[in-house]
């Protein structure tokens, strides 16, 4: 008679945590169990809850908060940041390993040290900073924030005129904002120097670091009209007053992008990271739309930090799109494990590119 009992085999794994190496070691062990039909139908049914995991080597689960800390004057600072595994915001409601390294990047270019072991001893190659040799009063812009942990740690270290984090309308309610709101405080209008100018969501300077200033604003790549009101922001918050002021007179429309001028609206840096995936060869892609809106806010001294992971042979299509406009400042590129050692144990495929336009103007030579 059957009892509609099935046997089966477990994999239990093991955990065993290397506090000097940082790592985690597993090993197995196959353990009997019986599972029932209606445990199976149950099981298969929540199936599509468990699909979205990051498919990270450190961040692995996406459903609680990740807490990332460097070192200020000699003490301890963190910045969380809350995930979530929702499909409504998938995959930015994740912290990706690029999101990482990306924030740990920042953190030595400004000159703070991280506080994981393995990292600490990690220093930024030196043709990079002659490839960035000022970091003051940048205005900044991130593409597809997430989380948002890049900018915000990236607006902290670096004391940022202004930090932009962008992503869909939905992201930025759900994860992107609520992160910045955690980690930082609101400027109150009329305070000196820092009077509000524009009409867009108030912008906020960060708890940790040297308190740069930031924002997130709803950008899809390719809507005209979302990168008309960003690069209005920029116009309004990155110029001196005495010329927006003069621009103020000036009656235009407000979704047009500025035209002719290549520096004013435009930002210091822009920060794109591990943007490249769900792509495969010959299907529609996002990457056409990215690109769009790369080259709007691409001004002849911006500096693209291209954060990427090699998943399938179609993510180099995104980087061969950027290469037809812009230039490598570093090369080769920098290996993640040239900001981060722990990577070395790993088959990563993980680079970081500083691009630059690419015109008859920039006549440096490649560092």
Known sequence: ???????????????????????????????????????KTKNSSSSSKEENKPRNFLVVDATIPFDFSFMQYGKPVSI?????????????GSLWDIGVILSTFFVELAGFQSTKKKSSKAKIPGRLLQAIPSIKDLSVLELGAGVGLTGIVAAAVLGTKMCVLTDLDTVVKKVTGPNVELNSTPVMKGSNNLKQQVSHPQYRLTNAGKRGRIITMPLCWGNEQDEAVVMECFNQLTKPKSQWKQKQKQKRDNNKVPQNNDVVGKPDLIIIGDVAYQHKPGAPSHFDALLKTVLAFLGKNTIVVFGTRMRMPASADLLDKFLEHMEEVTIPPIRAEEIDPTFSKFKHQITIHILRKRNKENGQKKI
């Open 80 to 92: 969380v940041v809350n995930q979530t595994a929702e499909e409504e915001t998938w995959p930015g």
């Open 1 to 39: 008679m059957s009892t509609g009992i099935f046997p089966a085999f477990c994999l239990v794994s093991i955990l065993v945590h290397s506090l000097e190496d940082n790592i985690i070691l597993k090993s197995y062990t196959m353990v009997p169990v019986f599972v029932s039909q209606s445990q």
